[in-house]
DNA sequence: CTGAAAGCGCTTACAG
DNA sequence: CTGAAAGCGCTTACAG
């Protein structure tokens, strides 16, 4: 290794030496602060141009770093055997938060029921009262979100949505995939494996579907995939407002017997898993199954040859990008992305041992 | 923002006052370094072990840069219209340096004509002369690789292989996918789309087919899967050692011909347009069509719908982490993964937009 | 409007 | 075997 030589990044001192000022002057140049005559401002400027400055962001940070503690809120449903699917994004929180906890970050979380639109409700209004420097949330509950993102408005605090977006709800930034589109993608499967004389069968299973926007826009995508192409297949629909086995596993029953020749299943959402588990018992194998998310349980049913496709969006990249973009922007005041839109990967049981969420 | 509190992280001169010693004594601990007895030692231990003591990565960095320049060789084939691929991996490690110049390490870039080994060789000298600190590279050619390994290992030069791995070269570590299960992969996708009575057909482009190790093995991969799930489609080959579109196109012309019913194509690399424009213009678009690589020409066959899958390893992402992986190992001696095995992404039209290489 | 000085947490000669 | 001091490049009171 020999000594660097040459251009080693002209810093700060250099330039005050150039300018015959201080480094405190350089400084406010830098950061565009008052207090500086337009004379040595222009100098300081131009030299800045000359030589091509760039801040040495290591040491910014760690000059920065003996400031103040910047309180970051998250709020995300709870974790239960039903909605695994959100240790992933709390993962990425995690890790996000371990490597910036140095520059003094702190997060607080909050969890509400998915079930219960009250409880999301409850928890937005400790989070207002606690005034965090910023806020990460899934808006699940259009309505309920508003007063969130009211609130964050009026008082300047920036918000950044994962997961799903709600069009019109002006946040710092949306993460996550384009949901409509998973929805398509999950179709032009459904179309390369199915004859065209089978029916398609729509399953929804949420307790709250008709205010749950990320269902209904996957729907609408899948629905439109057919359209668009002109593709015949007849589609089902089944709804089911209770998520438990039992009541999915009846219905399902029901329909089956009235409608023969289903050749693929779509389930909107990580509930997938609910749906193979009838399948593998009823002995229906053979149709094709897809949904969403990469949980525990639905991986299980796609090693077994019950689940085919698992749609992913790498929900632990989104808590993480979510986290990070906050800080980036509270403490560098970057410009960040309106909408960083993930990539819809495609799970099978031969692919999933490489996934990383 | 309030002000940061209580458990605020301690620090080197947080443990040398509780040990009542100086810092430079604390640092030989933390670094393990010589000359500290055994009983200061095992106080000092102690204390970090209390305080769970987590080094500031941050002003470990700034500390360092003052020290000597890092000088990583990359060697990668160079990049034509033919190899467009190779621009990826190059934009992951352009990234890389961006990043971690302020630290720094320089990056020098060597490249190969990936048909013609000796280019390679001669390279490879060139490299040896520089002797480097470390070296990231792809291992097309086993023998030649074998040269630049040797004499790696004779020097204590760490290396890094990305895109494929040579079993047997024991490299600092591998970033890539595991090639073989990629083959895997291919052959279930055919599995969905294809009748059992059809056809199935590998297509082999590269001037060097037999020394090829990642072609081969994907081919291996392949047909694995078909025996292992006692699959009996009947699988065709086809090979070109001609790369360019007249040669194959008659190949595939002569070989259509006799054969009828062929349900889909696999193409064991990146060349899969070239396959794609032939089947364009001999109306056989309805045969399913799989190759690999988010190459500018493979996107434009997989949007007008040509090319029905394509798979991807995210190659931008295998040159950023070559490069971090080297670094990570040469500036904090970090422990490395010795695999670090890629996700393998399935990309089709419906899903491209939102691919990130 | 401007500057001198201290500090962020760590590393490294150098001196004993 | 151990310590005092300078330095990494930037930011921030504080004093003028």
New interface residues.
Partial sequence: ?????DKS?AGVKEIARLAKVSIATVDRVIHNREGVSEKTKNKIQAIIQKLNY?P????R??AL?S?????LAVLLPNISGETEFWQAPLDGINQAEAEIK???IEIERYFFDQNDESSFDKQVKKIIRQKP?GILFTPIFPEESLVLTEDCKKKGIPYVMINSDIPGYDSLCYIG??IF?SG??AA??VN??VAKTQKVLVVKIAREIDNNYAILRKEDGFRA?FSDNKIQNKILTLDSKQTDYAAVAKKLDQLIKKENDIGAIFVTNSRVSVVAKYLRKAGLENVLLLGYDFTKDNVEFLKDGSI?FLICEKPQEQGYRGVMTLFQHLVYSNTIEKNY??????I????Y????N
Avoid: W
């Fill in positions: 290794m020999k000594k660097s030589t990044a760039q040495n962001v290591l040491a940070r760690l770093a400031r103040g503690t910047i309180r140095q520059y003094g420097d995939a384009e589109h398509y993608l032009q499967l390369y494996c995939y085919d839109l993930m990539p819809i990967d495609i099978t049981k031969e692919n041992q490489f996934y990383r």
